[in-house]
């Protein structure tokens, strides 16, 4: 296929997937919080569930109404031979995301984090409704394994030398 058949192709599939996501994200919670009982698991706190709100909240506001906006701007740094570029919609929406409190949401309880990683679980399945959304958060592959490996194992000086840009997302 040509490169318009495929644009095509995906603004349609956008527009699908967003639609899907509008009618299906109460039905996801649904089965999400029946599965969870199911498994003896209890449904999170007061600040589990406000971040949970306010991470939907965002992707409501901020995520799902930009991802034909990130894909042209793919489209665009690859026509340019600048594939691998970071979009300017990412860039724009990380300090968004950090003012709302929305960031290194991962980092792991045990090291000063706010949450474990059972509570951290619910959180990723709402950024994981667009593959791109967890970068805006910080929390995102390989970066958060990279950071919890030098949390964990790293010597003073490794930390010293990579987790501050690492954990400020540049």
């Known amino acids: 296929p040509d490169q318009a058949a495929l644009a095509d192709r995906g ?6 997937r967003t639609r899907v996501a ?21 449904a999170g706190g007061a600040q589990e569930d406000d971040l949970a709100a306010r991470l939907a909240a965002f992707m409501d506001d901020h995520i799902y109404p930009n991802e034909q906006r990130f894909h042209d701007e793919v489209e665009e740094n690859t026509r340019k031979g600048q594939r691998w570029t970071p979009t300017r919609i990412i860039e724009e929406l990380k300090p968004k995301a950090r003012a709302q409190g929305l960031w290194n949401l991962w980092w792991p309880k ?15 399945e709402i950024m994981g409704r667009v593959f791109w959304a ?5 929390c995102s592959a390989p970066d958060t394994g990279n950071m919890e490996t030098l949390i ?3 010597s003073d000086a490794q930390k010293a030398r990579w987790l501050p840009r690492l954990h400020g997302g540049t």
């Open 22 to 42: 509008d009618a299906g994200r109460a039905a996801v919670a649904h089965e999400l919080e029946a599965h969870l009982i199911e498994i003896g698991v209890e």
């Open 11 to 16: 603004a349609a599939l956008v527009g699908q």
């Open 134 to 138: 967890p970068e805006v958060f910080n």
């Open 152 to 154: 964990r194992y790293g």
């Open 110 to 124: 045990g090291h000063g984090g706010e949450l474990t990683n059972l509570e951290y679980a619910p959180l990723c």
